[in-house]
């Protein structure tokens, strides 16, 4: 009982190495997620999608518009039902400490006790709002929660961004100091196998995208789309080896842009898959039913392609908020996230004393802001209910799921900001030219 109740060390087990108690606390918070993940995927499984109208109230009935009950066959809508409601109600969960954790400076706060303990109080919390949001009546909930959901998506993918972005810089900046202080020519030529394969994986991105979601006659869309993408990662890597940025940023390079232009075509490729047209979008029909001739496929599947990737990609970002800091001080400030020696003398008492147990690093100061990381995880859980339902819209009957040109949208315009942030990135030093960027 007083392990459910109290503080993070208690859930440790005598074989784990010390550790800060806010990476356990951001670890537990982002188990919780993955949790809320994991029955969403199986919520989402056609067998399992087929029993869901046996939860009392879930479908007959469920659809009451402006206090008329309505009788809803919605047997081929249940999986993007609980999705949705999973979705909500870790958004919630999220929310509700997002909101209790405002302006918590240090352990020393009361709140920092409900942060990092009280983890079986705070399961039957989630539980508690999961079974809740059940019973929410359908109405205008799906449809205002769907853009709800694309707001939020927008926001994590730009998340996302940043986290690559600094990684790229990161990564590129470690392994040329390792050359630097060894001498050894081989970190150089690993730097550049991994950005010849990167841009090798870039182009061919680049030709199926043509390929398979253009047509010599029609999809402008489509064709206009990637040829923007295309010319725009052209450009920050042509600026990424200027004389000038490399003078103002030794360690910048085509590294970087590889990676950026990579994941620029995956997130083209996902916008793509969106387009509701099915001559130009070759995977519409196998993830949605919009005309009685395919009536008896499911509308619902989400184990394509782009989805597997963006959860891949999901659980890494999120387990990089959850346990790293920053390399760069800018990046930290922008995160919230400033991860130093404060807990330095616990963790030399703990070594000392040879305990493994989780220590308080956060007596003089919080490592990370409580409510913006809260805040991240409820992005997240918005960005991974989004991608599990293939951002589809549910049409006002219930019947039909339709994949909207707003998520097609949503998802190129945060390629074109993720670029731009890049290229700032590289140009900041030359335009702010009084300001330290080392």
Known sequence: V???????????CGCCPSAKNSTISRLLFTFFLFLGTLVSVIMIIPGVEKELHKLPGFCEGSGSVLGVQTRVNCGSFLGHKAVY???????????????????????????????????????????GITVGSFYIPDGAFSSVWFYFGVVGSFLFILIQLILLIDFAHSWSQRWL????????????????????????????????????YTKPQGCTEGKVLISINLILCLIVSAVSILPKVQEAQ?????????????????????????????????????????????ATQPLTTWWDAPSIVGLIIFILCTL???????????????????ESGAGAGGEAAAAESGLHR?????????????????????????YVMMTLTNWYRPEENLQVLRSPWTAV???????????????WTLVAPLVLSDRDFS
């Not at 950005?195 to 991105?205: D, E, G, L, M, P």
């Not at 949208?409 to 290229?423: E, M, P, Q, R, T």
């Open 177 to 212: 100091r390792n050359a630097g202080e060894s001498n050894a020519k081989g970190w150089y030529a690993a730097l550049c196998i991994i950005t010849v394969i990167f841009y090798a994986a870039s182009i061919a991105a680049l030709v199926l995208l043509y390929v398979y």
């Open 2 to 12: 007083s392990c459910l109740c109290g503080s993070a060390p208690c859930l440790l």
């Open 358 to 382: 989780a220590y308080d690093n956060e007596q003089d100061g919080v490592s990370y802001n409580y409510t913006f990381f809260h805040l991240c995880l409820l992005l997240a859980a918005l």
């Open 320 to 338: 990089f908020i959850s346990v790293r800091s920053s390399d760069h001080p800018q990046v930290n400030k922008l995160m919230l996230t400033e």
């Open 250 to 294: 030794p360690h910048s390079g085509l590294l970087q842009a590889s990676l950026v232009t990579l994941y620029t075509f995956y997130v083209t490729w996902a916008a793509l898959a969106n387009v509701p047209n099915q001559s130009c979008n070759p995977t519409l029909l196998v993830r949605n039913s919009t005309s009685s001739a395919t």
């Open 409 to 423: 949208w949503v998802k190129i315009c945060s390629s074109w900001a993720g670029l731009l942030l890049y290229l």
């Open 85 to 127: 409601r999973m979705g909500f109600a870790m958004a919630a969960f999220f929310f509700l400490f997002a909101t209790i954790m405002v302006c918590v400076r240090s352990s020393k706060d009361p709140r920092a006790a409900v942060q990092n303990g009280f983890w079986f109080f705070k399961f039957l919390v989630l539980v």
